[in-house]
């Protein structure tokens, strides 16, 4: 089996819910995700997927959160938009978007900082 793994930024603000501390206020961060893709197989060209291919899906599945307030957000309106939160809703985006690729979504990472990060990925 072959993993890889391709990284984008986005800059965002947002503020936790149901939670007591100073992140229910409104706040940004500068995030970075994390994609990490499996394959068990690769084409005549040696790759399981072209990593321009796959930093694209990327982008496309964060596009929406790109300076803007992730409470806005459909998804966000009835959830809070914590780390765990966006790594499950970007992890089914990229599940759709490589669908029918010869890669499939093995974990996406979301770090708020160079200290802290959240991770989803099914079993």
């Known amino acids: 089996m072959f993993e890889l793994s391709v990284e984008e930024e986005f800059s965002g603000a947002h503020r936790l819910t149901q939670y007591q ?7 940004g961060h500068n995030w ?9 197989r690769t084409g005549k060209d040696g790759l399981v997927i072209d990593f321009h291919l796959l930093r694209r899906k990327l982008r496309e599945a964060i ?6 307030c992730l409470n806005d957000l459909p ?9 765990e939160e966006i790594a499950k809703y970007l992890f089914g985006k990229l599940k ?12 996406v990472t979301v770090w ?8 989803y990925a099914e079993e």
Do not use: I, M, W
């Open 21 to 27: 501390g100073a992140c229910e206020r409104l706040h």
């Open 32 to 40: 970075k995700v994390v994609l990490v893709a499996k394959g068990k």
């Open 63 to 68: 596009a929406e959160f790109d300076h803007a």
């Open 75 to 83: 998804y966000f309106r009835r959830r809070s938009p914590s780390s």
């Open 96 to 107: 759709k978007s490589l669908a029918g690729t010869s890669a499939r979504v093995s974990a």
């Open 112 to 119: 708020e900082n160079a200290r802290q990060s959240a991770t």
